[in-house]
């Protein structure tokens, strides 16, 4: 994925040797979540982070007045809160399953300790971070700045599958609902409903096969 997906899985997971890989997956800790379940909340992971093995989760922070500011959407490969493995302050990181997720914990010592030894693997972790913190820039000015409308059209082409073009619509996560949009825009169901209304009814957005799809369009 190219790097402006920052809402699509990045698959980590592979930035490590496969040594190390397989024997993190050897681990019998294995945790499994329910559609709707959260996977860690605050303060939860102390002494590890977890490896997504199944499933999509979104990972969010949430406002004193309860809006969330969702981060991406993490899906197999990915690790759930590496930055915190570097930070002395305590993870304020929701992680959220959007679909059945299994995680398998793995301690921070380990990753950090990985990370030390090699040199590229740090080098390419630090990219990584330097552009995740300028996305997250770019979420935090829709979220407080944005129009809901602009906010929601920000979101679906983040969430488009740049990669997967069909004709000139990019399909979105089949697993996304009404629901997990509204929370993603700090709006409600029934206001991303009448949005997606009106963008299928200009045709900037169709929905096919129970699936929201985005027109090719940059002027979108």
């Not at 302050?89 to 380990?110: G, R």
């Not at 407080?144 to 082409?157: P, Q």
């Not at 929905?207 to 940059?218: C, G, T």
Request: proline share 2%.
């Amino acid at each position: 994925m190219s790097d402006n997906q920052y809402l699509y899985p990045t698959n980590l997971i592979n930035l490590f040797s496969t040594a190390q890989v397989e024997k993190w997956q050897a681990k019998e800790n294995i945790f499994t979540f329910k559609k709707g379940d959260f996977i860690c909340t605050p303060g939860q992971l102390s002494d590890s982070i977890y490896l997504i093995v199944e499933g999509h989760a979104r990972i969010f922070h949430i406002h004193l007045e309860g809006k969330e500011c969702v981060l991406g959407i993490l899906s197999e490969g990915d690790l759930i809160d590496l930055l915190q493995i570097f930070s002395d302050k305590e993870s304020q990181l929701f992680a959220k399953a959007l679909t059945e997720v299994k995680v398998i914990a793995i301690p921070k010592s380990e990753v950090k300790k990985e990370i030390q030894q090699n040199q590229e693997l740090l080098m390419t972790l630090l990219h990584y971070f330097s552009n995740r913190l300028q996305e997250t820039i770019e979420i935090l000015e829709q979220v407080a700045y944005g129009k809901v409308e602009e906010r929601l059209l920000f979101l679906l082409n983040k969430l488009a599958n740049k990669e997967a073009l069909s004709q000139e619509w990019y399909p979105l996560p089949e697993f996304l609902t009404h629901s997990n949009l509204a929370g993603m825009i700090a709006s409600t169901r029934e206001t991303v409903t009448f949005l997606l209304n009106k963008l299928i009814q200009t045709g900037n957005v169709k929905q096919e096969n129970q699936r929201i799809w985005i027109k090719n369009d940059k002027e979108i």
